[in-house]
C-alpha cells in the first residue's frame, strides 16, 4: 500500500542532496545521515516543498538531540539550515517550527557558542596557493592552528602523521598532485580524525553511492561557514541517531 500526499519521485530526488548534506553535518557519518534522510522521506510534510519537507522532516526526528554547550534545542538545526544550507530565516524558522522571532534569538546563542568552542590542531589539503592561503587565513581567524598546507596526496600523509592532525580540510582535485580524496583514504587508515571537503560541487559527493564525506563545504566560503563545520567535525556538536 502507497503512502499517500508524498511528492513525485521527479519532485523529490532533486532535493536529496541536499537533505543528505544536512543529515551527514548533524550525524557525523555517511551511513547514518542517508539512514535518516530515508526516514524522513517516508514522513514528509504535506504543506512544503520537497526540500524544505526533507529538513523538517529530518528536524523532527532529531529535535530532542540537537542540544549542545551553551546551544539551546534546535540552535545546532538552525545554524545548518542558514548557513550550510543557505535557508532564510524564516524559511529555517518554518522548517523547525519556531516563529521567526525566536528562531533568531536560537541563532544568536549558537553564534555565542560557536565563538567560544574548541580550538584544534588543522591540516590544509588545497593545491591552489591563493585558496590555500586564504583557507589558512579563515582556519586561524577561527582560533585554530594550521600545521601545514599540503599539496600532494604525499605531502598530505606526511604532514597528517608528522604534525597530528586534529581535522583535515581537503579539495578533491590537487591537479597534478593527485586527488584529496584518495589522499584522505590513505590517512584515514593511519589515524581517526575528522574531514571537511571542500569543493565548488558539493552535490556530485551527495549520490549515496560509495563512499563519501559526511562534511563538505562549498566554494566560496566564509568564515562563519568554516567556524560552523568545524564545531560540528571536532566537537560535541553531531547529533546521534535515535
Not at 500526499?5 to 537533505?19: D, G, I, M, V
Not at 608528522?162 to 584522505?184: F, S
Request: aromatic share 4%; with cysteine.
Amino acid at each position: 500500500m502507497g503512502i499517500p500526499n508524498l511528492p513525485k519521485t521527479s519532485e523529490l530526488l532533486p532535493a536529496l542532496p541536499y537533505a543528505r548534506r544536512f543529515a551527514r553535518a548533524l550525524t557525523g557519518a555517511q551511513g547514518p545521515g542517508d539512514e535518516m534522510v530515508a526516514r524522513a522521506a517516508a514522513r514528509l510534510p504535506e504543506d512544503m516543498p520537497p526540500r524544505l519537507g526533507l529538513f523538517s522532516a529530518i528536524t523532527a526526528l532529531t529535535a530532542g538531540l540537537s542540544a549542545g554547550p551553551g546551544m539551546p534545542p534546535l540552535a545546532r538545526h538552525l545554524l545548518l539550515l542558514t548557513t550550510i544550507e543557505e535557508l532564510t530565516t524564516a524559511e529555517a524558522a518554518r522548517v523547525t517550527g519556531l516563529e521567526q522571532g525566536e528562531a533568531e534569538a536560537r541563532i544568536a546563542a549558537a553564534r555565542e557558542a560557536i565563538r567560544s568552542a574548541v580550538v584544534t590542531r588543522v591540516l590544509i589539503i588545497e593545491d591552489e596557493p591563493i585558496i590555500a592561503m586564504d583557507l589558512r587565513m579563515l582556519v586561524q581567524d577561527c582560533g585554530h592552528t594550521v600545521i601545514g598546507v599540503a599539496a600532494t596526496e604525499a605531502d598530505a600523509v606526511r604532514l597528517a602523521a608528522e604534525g597530528d592532525a586534529r581535522l583535515i580540510l581537503a579539495d578533491i582535485n590537487l591537479g597534478r598532485g593527485g586527488n584529496g580524496i584518495r589522499a584522505v583514504q590513505e590517512i584515514l587508515t593511519r589515524i581517526t580524525v575528522p574531514v571537511i571537503f571542500v569543493t565548488a560541487y558539493p552535490e556530485d559527493l551527495l549520490t549515496a553511492e560509495g563512499i563519501e564525506p559526511a562534511f563538505v563545504m562549498r566554494k566560496p566560503f566564509d568564515r562563519f561557514m568554516l567556524a560552523v563545520l568545524t564545531y560540528q567535525a571536532i566537537s560535541a556538536g553531531v547529533v546521534p541517531l535515535p
